[in-house]
């Protein structure tokens, strides 16, 4: 069965730590373009990081540059996003996505297979 699981999300005080996990089943991840996104009650859904299909450039949202890596592990299969130094304002639904298409990873619209989301909440 072709799927994204996402695991690790939680309550955390601001200031602390998260690190997200998308394992994929199904197929092979490093075929493809890798996308974290989050959506916040009552705003849009919006790109946080990204991998480009091949590896070979990531992106990182402003608003989480200095705080937030995005990795992969091919043998694990599964892509991780390493959240640090959380604020409230990061509390949403993270969801990772997959595309298979050259080139931008930025794009929601170009992403066709999306995990069931994973809740961070951020507060003291």
């Known amino acids: 069965q072709v799927q994204l699981v996402e695991s690790g999300g939680g309550l955390v005080q601001p200031g602390g730590s998260l690190r997200l996990s998308c394992a994929a089943s199904g197929f092979t991840l490093d075929d493809y373009a890798i996308g974290w996104f989050r959506q916040a009650p009552g705003k849009e859904r919006e790109v946080v990081s990204c991998i480009k299909r091949g590896g070979g450039s990531t992106y990182l949202a402003d608003s989480v540059k200095g705080r937030f890596t995005i990795s992969r592990d091919n043998a694990e299969n599964t892509v991780y996003l390493q959240m640090n130094s959380l604020k409230p304002e990061d509390t949403a639904v993270y969801y990772c996505?997959?595309?298979?298409?050259?080139?931008?990873?930025?794009?929601?619209?170009?992403?066709?297979?999306w995990g069931q989301g994973t809740q961070v909440t951020v507060s003291s």
């Open positions: 996505a997959t595309h298979g298409r050259w080139g931008t990873c930025r794009r929601e619209d170009l992403y066709g297979l």
